[in-house]
Nanobody, 116 residues
């Protein structure tokens, strides 16, 4: 069993910042990557950013230059620093972990609301 527990988020004004964190536990091994996705009602979940086991960090074009992914895959811990937030960043954010059992696990989701 793998669990991902998220914390952070909430209500923030435009141009502000917020930080999300994700901590994994359980039968985690050979982690390929950990990442962040987001979803708004009526739309598909979209990729935000991730860190791979080779140390590469990738971002979607919509957040590049504003969001920073940090943390340690060895510790099953990931952080998303969200800066210069825009109202269109409002979504439920999910942490993900691609495990050595070839399954992807998800956190419980955290709401981020950006007011204009």
């Amino acid at each position: 069993q793998v669990r991902l527990i998220q914390s952070g988020g909430g209500l923030v004004q435009a141009d502000g910042s917020v930080t999300l964190s994700c901590s994994g536990s359980g039968r985690i091994f050979a982690t390929e990557s950990m990442g962040w996705y987001r979803q708004v009602p009526g739309k598909q979940r979209e990729f935000v950013g991730k860190r791979t086991n080779s140390g590469v960090t990738e971002y979607s074009d919509s957040v590049k230059g504003r969001f920073i992914v940090s943390g340690s895959l060895a510790l099953n811990y990931l952080v998303l620093h969200m800066n210069n937030l825009k109202p269109e960043d409002t979504a439920v954010y999910y942490c993900s972990l691609s495990n050595g059992d070839f399954r992807t696990y998800w956190g419980q989701g955290t709401e981020v609301t950006v007011s204009s």
